[in-house]
């Protein structure tokens, strides 16, 4: 009897273990991007000319969203900030602009031996996409240079809030 008893205690110990693992798992697992997409730049340079649009129909209306602008850039970037105009067109063809600027400072002060660095910055928080069609947001580099070097590439990533 006793054996027996330590064989079920441990069995439940062990389902236990399983079941606290499989929601760590799962409960821990982040939000994943509904949109995800970057723009590689051709020789790692950004003109003034070269806008870039990000386009998506797939949108849950009842969803809410957060976008961030994603910047891939070389190390080194001699930028303290760069400033980034977006445009966002409705399918209604209502458009907003404004303009944002994305920190760059910090960038060197990290150490290691990456090549590329991520520079994200939220620039819609909750937002909810209610019309059925297509929803563009354009970016445009502002600097005062022509080209910015050191940009790679320029992405857009839309997550569902939980």
């Not at 909750?126 to 240079?145: K, N």
Request: glycine share 6%.
């Amino acid at each position: 009897m006793k054996g027996g008893g330590m064989a079920s205690a441990k069995l439940i110990a062990q389902v236990a273990w399983m079941v606290l693992w499989i929601v760590v798992s799962v409960g821990c697992k982040p939000n994943e991007p509904r949109y995800h997409y970057f723009e590689q730049l051709p020789d790692e340079a950004w003109s003034q000319d070269r806008e870039i649009f990000f386009s998506t129909s797939d949108l849950d209306s009842t969803q809410l969203y957060d976008v961030d602008l994603v910047l891939r850039l070389k190390r080194d970037i001699r930028y303290q900030q760069l400033p980034i105009g977006i445009a966002f067109e409705t399918p209604s063809r209502h458009f907003t602009t404004r303009v944002v600027n994305v920190p760059l400072s910090h960038l060197r002060l990290r150490s290691g031996g990456f090549a590329i660095y991520e520079q994200s910055l939220r620039i819609e928080e909750g937002m909810r996409y209610p019309e059925q069609g297509v929803y563009t947001y354009s970016v445009r580099q502002l600097s005062t240079d022509s080209i910015v070097k050191g940009v790679v590439e320029v992405g857009l990533t839309m997550t569902p809030r939980e």
